[in-house]
């Protein structure tokens, strides 16, 4: 699932909202079902007069759909020619210590890595905790798959903001 919006005006001021197009729905409508397959858009907001780019997204967790997941973020960011951030679940670790065991998969993390190198993200500090997920069990596992990343140009103006927080 991805959160998005249309382009607007760079001038223009876009609230967080989930579309395409459509209002979310009443307490007493069924949710309408989502379309599984990994699509990013971004959405162009202006601050203090300079666009920036935020795109929210969820990663599926299935193996088969996280490289086209990967390859779409790649492509967003041909279409942020400004400060981007990009923030969501990603259900993808970046680093072994992002879960508290041993079951990972290094060639996913490699994957992930390699994309967030390549598009020069800064990974956002988690204050205060280690990991974002847990299944809840007694002996739960836990993961930091929930991100905020944002490009250089996003905190070169904001450089106080860093952590993003």
Not at 38 to 45: D, E, G, I, R, T
Not at 46 to 60: E, M, R
Not at 91 to 100: A, F
Request: proline share 12%.
């Amino acid at each position: 699932m991805i959160w998005r919006s249309a382009t607007p005006a760079p001038s223009a001021t876009v609230p967080l909202a989930p579309t395409p197009s459509a209002a979310l729905p009443s307490a007493t409508e069924p949710p309408a079902p989502v379309d599984p397959s990994p699509s990013l858009a971004p959405m162009a907001v202006a601050v203090w007069g300079d666009p920036w780019w935020l795109s929210v997204v969820y990663g599926l967790s299935t193996d088969a759909l996280k490289q086209e997941f990967l390859s779409k973020i790649r492509d967003i960011r041909v279409d942020c020619p400004s400060a981007w951030a990009i923030a969501g679940d990603f259900n993808l670790l970046l680093d072994p210590p992002d879960k508290n065991n041993d079951r990972i998969n290094r060639s996913w993390i490699r994957c992930f890595r390699l994309v967030v190198n390549e598009l020069a993200l800064k990974d956002a500090p988690l204050i205060g905790r280690s990991f974002t997920w847990s299944n809840e069990r007694v002996l739960p596992t836990l993961e930091k798959i929930d991100r905020w990343f944002g490009s250089v140009e996003w905190e070169t103006p904001l450089p106080r903001q860093s952590s993003f927080c």
